[in-house]
């Protein structure tokens, strides 16, 4: 189970009667977070559904999701002119220095940037099938 690191600006939902609550990362947190915190950041009441339909815009699934950290070893599965390509398009979208952190792994990438970095690499002629460094299990607290 990964660990709950709750972001400081995640809202929370304290809605106790939705039909999504046992699954919606916001509520779970916020049953977490009334047992040990002072102050809560809790989405307004007012804007939640009034209905049990449990179609909510705040929900968010509760479900870990897999990040990836760093791709130095693809590098070695590419040859010079496409590792070139691959650089300069993830350069052009992240700039230099962020790119170089991505690269090492200094921060995980959501499974969204992974696909953009693999559809990145597609796009510079990679053929073999593209693999992070490393990969972990965490929460998905923001987009």
Known sequence: MPEWNIPYDFMLCEKTDCPRAAACLRH?????????????????PRKLPADDSGDCAFFRDATPVTYAFGFKKMQGRMFPAQYVAFKNILMARYGRNPFFERRKGAFPLSPKEQAWIKRAARRAGAEAEFEFDSYEERYHWMD
Do not use: D, F
């Open 28 to 44: 779970i947190a916020y049953m977490r977070e009334l047992e040990t915190e002072t102050i809560l950041r809790i989405i307004n």
